[in-house]
């Protein structure tokens, strides 16, 4: 990608930008990894993010704060993709026996959508978001017993983005 974007920046070898993007889109697509155009897009932009994003990476303890989790992801990923297209994300999982809520805060480039019998997207979005019980048992971390869990996940506002 490096190469590519100098070539376009000099503005030489017009005619071979073009093949050197295929190239590029080629090597991406090696081995069948990848089956439709949403998955060759997160691939691209992941490909995008691993050549510009700084090679130090932060370990984020895992119960840290929403401020701290972003801030700490934005420090070894910085790039013009991470800024565009990465979000966070707050999934809380729910203890059904002492009621106990365990959060965590991921951060996401894409959100794998279903799309049902109605073909609406908006209904779609919000099935995406709704309370869902999950059908295993959980060992709850408070209270240590297993248990049926309920998962609420929501997108976070960017107000703390830098």
């Not at 071979?16 to 081995?31: A, Q, V």
């Not at 998955?39 to 050549?51: N, S």
């Not at 709704?130 to 049926?148: F, M, R």
Request: hydrophobic share 35%; net charge positive; with cysteine.
């Amino acid at each position: 990608f490096h190469d590519f974007i100098q070539l376009y920046l000099l503005g030489r070898d017009a005619i071979g930008i073009p093949l050197e993007l295929k190239r590029i889109c080629i090597k991406l697509l090696g081995g069948m990894r990848v089956h439709d155009c949403q998955e060759f897009f997160v691939c691209f932009l992941e490909a995008l993010q691993d050549e510009l994003n700084t090679k130090e990476k932060y370990n984020i303890p895992e119960n840290s704060s929403m401020q701290l989790r972003w801030i700490t992801y934005r420090k070894s990923n910085n790039s013009f993709i991470d800024s565009i297209f990465t979000g966070l994300m707050r999934s809380t999982v729910q203890c059904k026996k002492c009621e106990y809520k365990s959060i965590t805060y991921d951060p996401f480039i894409d959100l794998s959508v279903s799309i049902n019998k109605s073909k609406n997207l908006e209904k779609c979005i919000k099935q995406y978001f709704e309370n869902e019980k999950i059908d295993c048992e959980y060992k709850c971390d408070n209270c240590k017993k297993l248990s049926k869990v309920s998962e609420y996940i929501f997108i976070i506002n960017d107000y703390f983005r830098q």
